[in-house]
């Protein structure tokens, strides 16, 4: 019996890492109108700097087949590794607490009483 067939418009990031996770069950279809994959996320080098022309981008995956697609076509050296650092300001609300890490469901320690 053969696979069922699914199209998965763009190759950019998140349609590699659909079609990647489909591919499994399913005859996967990429289309894509670049030459190249990326999407967003193409950045070009020149001189030694890397430019990307749609501004930062932030990855993050807990997925270990998204993560090993990724690395398989982004190199590392054109990437900053940066440890997440947000935070909501909540103005003196919920209990005066101001700041607050997020996502706040694992700071609510921060929370007054």
Not at 52 to 80: A, P
Not at 87 to 110: A, K, T
Request: proline residues 1%; hydrophobic residues 35%; aromatic residues 8%.
């Amino acid at each position: 019996m053969s696979k069922k067939k699914i199209a998965v418009v763009g190759a950019g990031l998140s349609g590699l890492a659909c079609a990647v996770l489909l591919s499994k069950n399913f005859d996967v279809d990429i289309h894509e109108k670049s030459s190249e994959v990326g999407g967003l996320l193409k950045c070009k080098k020149k001189d030694g700097s890397v430019f990307c022309t749609c501004g930062g981008h932030v990855f993050n995956t807990k997925n270990e087949d998204v993560s090993k697609l990724f690395w398989s076509i982004f190199n590392e050296d054109s990437f900053v590794k940066q440890e997440r650092n947000a935070v909501i300001d909540l103005g003196g609300h919920l209990g005066g607490s101001r700041v607050v890490g997020y996502p706040v469901e694992d700071h609510v320690w921060q929370l007054d009483s």
